[in-house]
């Protein structure tokens, strides 16, 4: 009996990125006990994708002597639109040809298993509810900004899902009417204005235009390589382009903060994602703009943290949400 | 026993707005059984005011016949920043002389009964979910637009509050970061941009560069006093600037629309307060841009319908607020 529990006290949590596959056999404690990587291949389209997943899950069930049988479940968190009603990735942006793939129910037949489907940002913030930073906060949101940039919504200790499981794209909400077309259709979105991204282009433009930077130099001359990553790099060296090119999007990134500050009054706002390694070069200025424009009670009572867990997140929080369901 | 339990079906609601005081007796299927009015006299201060509310409160128990022990307590809804943990109005656009005034525990202390204080568009969210027209859905989301933009959220069936009770500001979340200030200190809210005051100042604003209207007949050439409402009459009788100013207010309004659903995928926007009564006008734009714009399996999921219950929402709200606490 005492064995028995022990078994049912691991899931498989996988992380299906637009780069990376992660799978993890997960302990009830947040622990992970073992991790498999797999490249996604997203380029193959969805069936290599699955795939690989499976394959990764398959090998760390071999390698761990782990029988199906043993496990409580299997949780999945994707980037892109889920509708978690029907376990179905709608749309990803970083996955090539995904519309409306039905991936919790393909998985769910391979495995003959409970198999849960939620989206990254949204597993992201369960995570750091569960066993990060946001462990003592009832109501919080998070952003992940990266290449894009993802959210996810705790409220009185839960994740908000929605109507159907798309709540939570608060890199998605318009905040320059003016401003330009985001990927999703959109104009004028968070993400457009704020995303590492959105960043790079920016440098590569002023670059272009002639304004001095040694982010030239750090790409060999191929201004077209520039990354959020090198636009940090050059930063971090002191680079004045990178540091006003960053400056520009944490003001936006503050925006966007007021405006969640006043709509959900969060003890927490939780920055994770690539770009938040900028640190308090993003954060910094994006407090001051909450502190001089959101509702003072709100402005007051919330806290603009960095994300702790890093790219476990994701894993941690698919898991807390299978042992939860 | 059972007279006692009758007894305690009843509350006192109050809706306290910038221009008149409504106090009601409820009971607990949402039947207003007697009502009482007051001009609110904001001008003359906090104490005038809170005078006038309690006046009200006493002159609806004399007549009732109702001695205090009879009521399960009292609840009131406020116009302005709540601050539901202290149960303090910190500020309130329409109450000048309004800082951090501790009005639940003002009244409690009067009558020794159980008091609550919440913001007047949470409760009107409230009262049409337990009443009206959202008594169906678990997860929505109302926006009350008058002199202002107020919001509600509603989730998982609850009210849903914050931190510290000053969530749903919807009306202030920038949508045009280079738009005019608004009230709130904030830039470019929706607020700014939609309210039945947005519309007004820019009907004058055009009617005073020379562009045609009968809304300087509707005013007596008087174009300073136009407000929403003469807009919204105009507009019925065809007047093209109207229209036009109208058409405007309703594209910001669907553009924060969007936002919203991309953020809270709701199964519902409830639209209430004066400027409501422009239905379709306002509302036919407004379903148009989030169909254009918003992520398309929460756009698909949204109904977005008009407040059911006009004016008595806040305190059917506050009232079934005070039931369930």
Known sequence: MAERKKQKSLVIAVDLG??????ALVSRDGRIVARERRLTGAEGGPRVVIDRLCGAIDALLEREKIDISQLQGISVSAAGGIDDKKGV????????????IPLRDMVKERYNLTTFLINDASAAALGEHRFGVARDARNFVLLTIGTGIGGGIVIDGKLYHGAVGSAGELGHMTIDVNGPVCKCGNIGCLEVLASGTAMAEEARRRIKQGEPSILADLVGGNIDTISGKEVGDAAEKGDALALDVIRHAATYLGIGMVNLVNIFNPEMIVVGGGVSSLGELLLAPARRLVQERAFP????????????LGNEAGILGAAAYAFEH
Chains 1, 2 share one sequence.
């Open 18 to 23: 637009g780069t990376k596959i992660l799978a």
């Open 89 to 100: 990735v709608t749309k990803s942006p970083n996955l090539p040809g995904w519309h409306d």
């Open 297 to 308: 009670v709100s402005a007051r009572a919330v806290k603009i943290v960095l994300a702790k």
